[in-house]
T-cell receptor, first 115, second 111 residues
Framework: NAGVMQNPRHLVRRRGQEARLRCSPM?????VYWYRQLPEEGLKFMVY????????ESGMPKERFSAEFPKEGPSILRIQQVVRGDSAAYFC?????????????FGPGTRLTVT | QKEVEQNSGPLSVPEGAIASLNCTYSDRVSQSFFWYRQYSGKSPELIMS??SNGDKEDGRFTAQLNKASQYVSLLIRDSQPSDSATYLC???????????WGLGTSLAVNP
């Protein structure tokens, strides 16, 4: 499967627990983006990463949320001390490097439910 | 004013008709424009990208861009019931790879 992979597809956490969402970009892609989508709302940009670098985290909440894209392994979106309002679909997308090549391809998403 | 605006719909067209979806954006320095399709409960799927003024055709889909009017549209010819979905317009502001999204237009193609 050469597409963007995300796991888990569904994640249930109790309030106060930690959620870790993983994303492996499409083969040949070095740019990763995380988005959040609430029911009946649009996609909201969270963070843009390249290997070992956070390029733009202007959409990330200041507290409890962090993201990384290590040299080896998938990108991780980490949510600490989850609250009910964190329940949403979290999508990862990837794109190739280079100018004029920002076509972003999405993974299947992780549906996070906080109980 | 929202940065990227779309009519939420629902837009209803009969099978075989042309569906026309519109998107306006507020930032004049926007460089790249994308149309995605999202089925209920699924992730967005890239349909078309367009970077220059004019039309770009791909199969039954045509994207139209008018930077002077800050307007981008998507035409779907010979609409099929399988085209029923939410269509999302995304705009890259500047050249920083950050996409700003419209809320989407819901399209229903009736057999």
């Amino acid at each position: 499967n050469a597409g963007v992979m995300q796991n888990p597809r569904h994640l249930v956490r109790r309030r106060g627990q930690e959620a870790r969402l993983r994303c492996s970009p499409m083969k040949g892609h070095s740019h990763v983006y995380w988005y959040r989508q609430l029911p009946e709302e649009g996609l909201k940009f969270m963070v843009y990463l390249q290997k070992e670098n956070i390029i733009d985290e202007s959409g990330m909440p200041k507290e409890r949320f962090s993201a990384e894209f290590p040299k080896e392994g998938p990108s991780i979106l980490r949510i600490q001390q989850v609250v009910r309002g964190d329940s949403a679909a979290y999508f990862c997308a990837s794109s190739r490097a280079g100018t004029g090549s920002n076509e972003q391809y999405f993974g299947p998403g992780t549906r996070l439910t906080v109980t | 004013q929202k940065e990227v605006e779309q009519n939420s719909g629902p837009l209803s067209v009969p099978e075989g008709a042309i569906a026309s979806l519109n998107c306006t954006y507020s930032d004049r320095v926007s460089q790249s424009f994308f149309w995605y399709r999202q089925y209920s409960g699924k992730s967005p799927e890239l349909i078309m990208s367009i970077y220059s003024n004019g039309d770009k055709e791909d199969g039954r889909f045509t994207a139209q861009l008018n930077k002077a009017s800050q307007y981008v549209s998507l035409l779907i010819r010979d609409s099929q019931p399988s085209d029923s979905a939410t269509y999302l317009c995304a705009v890259e502001i500047g050249n920083n790879r950050k996409l700003i999204w419209g809320l989407g237009t819901s399209l229903a193609v009736n057999p």
